[in-house]
């Protein structure tokens, strides 16, 4: 079975910085595109970033561009997203996700993505 863990959500005031890890349990998922949606309560839920398998590309949500960066240890299985200048919208639910979209604008949508975490929650106090 797969497997995506998500660490490093919690509480944090406006303006820090926070870095949620994904660990997978699946060798295989070195090859495929991994990355991070959230669900704020009440909203839908939204694409956040995307890192290809090899890391050669990347893909974030115009939110977020320029304050979190996405990057992956595929020796760990194990994909990174640092959160810097974290807004109080910026608190929701993240999950971690699987896929293998295979067009550039494929990565932004949820439905390519077939392997999900349990979600870390990340509040940013104001």
């Known amino acids: 079975q797969v497997q995506l863990v998500e660490s490093g959500g919690g509480l944090v005031q406006a303006g820090d910085s926070l870095r949620l890890s994904c660990a997978a349990s699946?060798?295989?998922?070195?090859?495929?595109?991994m990355g991070w949606f959230r669900q704020a309560p009440g909203k839908e839920r939204e694409f956040v970033a995307v890192?290809?398998?090899?890391?050669?590309?990347?893909f974030y949500a115009d939110a977020v561009k320029g304050r979190f960066t996405i990057s992956r240890d595929n020796a760990k299985i194990t994909v990174y997203l640092q959160m810097n200048v974290l807004r109080p919208e910026d608190a929701a639910v993240y999950y971690c996700?699987?896929?293998?979209?295979?067009?550039?604008?494929?990565?932004?949508?949820?439905?390519?993505?077939?392997?999900w975490g349990q979600g870390t929650q990340v509040t940013v106090s104001s």
């Open positions: 996700v699987a896929g293998t979209p295979y067009t550039p604008s494929a990565h932004y949508s949820e439905s390519n993505y077939n392997y």
């Open positions: 699946v060798g295989t998922l070195r090859m495929y595109a």
């Open positions: 890192i290809t398998w090899n890391g050669t590309r990347t």
